[in-house]
């Protein structure tokens, strides 16, 4: 069952990586990405690779 995702855009003031052992490797650049929020209200970037990226309330700004 696949679950749809309303796709939104986010501004990251900084570059933000993700945490160990979980997506150490992962990285968001400073800019503009889109992003997705869960059901829960945690907010993720969708990375070039389609990958996803949680981020903090404070790691980000909404655009839309």
Avoid: C, T
Avoid at 1 to 25: C, D, S
Avoid at 35 to 59: F, I, R, T
Wanted: proline letters at 5%.
């Amino acid at each position: 069952m696949m679950i749809e995702r309303k796709v939104f855009k986010i501004y990251l003031p900084r570059m933000v990586h993700g945490y160990w052992p979980f997506g150490h490797h992962l990285i968001a650049q400073q800019g503009v990405h889109d992003a997705v929020e869960n059901q829960h209200g945690a907010v993720s970037v969708v990375l070039d690779h389609g990958q996803l990226l949680g981020v903090k309330p404070d790691e980000y700004e909404r655009v839309q």
